[in-house]
């Protein structure tokens, strides 16, 4: 039936029109944002997995910027750490050459004098972000032996969890205010000997047999230090490896879940580019079938003409 009122071929054409200019906006939005689920309109169920998976990347990343902070604050100690060695062993150098007969006590006590302050100097300057693991003062309200790095941020089930990496620093401390139970600062006993490597003397020592036993005595005290620096150095080396693995595998994780989260919600760009031609044609041609559809009305004018 042919109607003037009701044009059934434009109303067809106008929904299909319709149809497709909707579409065409829909893949123009992913286009120009980059993602097919830009919002929860688009899917509520991924938007929603989306949303959680940046905010745990963002907690993440603070992970991996504690592990940068603990890992320097490791840093600082080792590198003072191994300095510290380096000046035991020059102590004990000057003490088994201070076993030489003869020889000036007095200008060798000086230069060990210097290495005990350089000792100290070293311990107190080791420092990072406020803190120091060398030389401490264990009465202190504060001080913990433990010190603890963020290295973790997991979900289970919707129950969070914060891992860390614990670090005994209080077999690797120098120096003690409270109590002198530092490497340095605490006395050592070796025969009839108890002394600290910080307090050690050689100033008034004879070449008597007493005074030289009592060397002896001073060479094997700062040798035990010297193995403890050394046992100290050796384990904030292991802690310095388990961090700088933590943050390798924290990076590779903030990876993944950005790779996760753009499978999910990331537009595939060939495939929309290849979908918007196919609905400019499609536009094209609603319009066209939507001009063809209103002529039809003026071909019933035809009908009347004499």
Do not use: C, H
């Amino acid at each position: 039936m042919t109607s003037l009122l009701t044009n059934a071929s434009a109303i067809t054409a106008l929904q299909n029109l319709s149809a497709t200019n909707k579409s065409m906006q829909t893949t123009q939005d992913r286009i120009s944002t980059g993602m097919r689920v830009s919002s929860a309109a688009d899917n509520a169920a991924y938007w929603s997995i989306a949303t959680q998976m940046r905010s745990d990347n963002a907690a993440i990343s603070t992970v991996k910027d504690a592990l940068g902070m603990g890992a320097a604050t490791v840093d600082v100690a080792s590198a003072a750490m191994k300095a510290t060695g380096d000046v035991v062993s020059e102590i004990k150098a000057k003490l088994v050459a201070a076993r030489e007969p003869g020889i000036d006590r007095e200008k060798v006590q000086a230069e060990i004098t210097q290495l005990q302050d350089q000792m100290k100097s070293i311990a107190d300057s080791a420092v990072f972000s406020g803190q120091n693991w060398l030389s401490v003062d264990s009465s202190d309200s504060g001080y913990n032996a433990t010190k603890s790095v963020v290295s973790s941020f997991s979900r289970s089930g919707g129950s969070i969890s914060i891992g860390t990496i614990d670090i005994d620093v209080g077999a690797s401390k120098l120096y003690d205010a409270a109590d002198q139970s530092g490497i340095i600062d605490k006395d050592r006993t070796v025969g009839g000997t108890t002394i600290a490597v910080a307090d050690i003397d050689i100033s008034a020592l004879t070449d008597s047999a007493a005074d030289l036993t009592t060397l002896d005595e001073y060479i094997n005290i700062v040798d035990e230090a010297l193995t403890d620096v050394t046992s100290a150095a050796s384990d904030l080396g292991a802690a310095q490896n388990r961090i700088s693995m933590q943050n390798e595998f924290v990076t590779k994780l903030m990876d993944a879940v950005t790779k996760g989260v753009g499978q999910l919600v990331d537009a595939d760009m060939n495939q929309e580019s290849t979908k918007l031609q196919a609905l400019q044609v499609q536009q094209q041609l609603g319009v066209q079938s939507l001009s063809i559809a209103n002529q039809n009305s003026q071909q019933i004018l035809s009908l009347f003409r004499g």
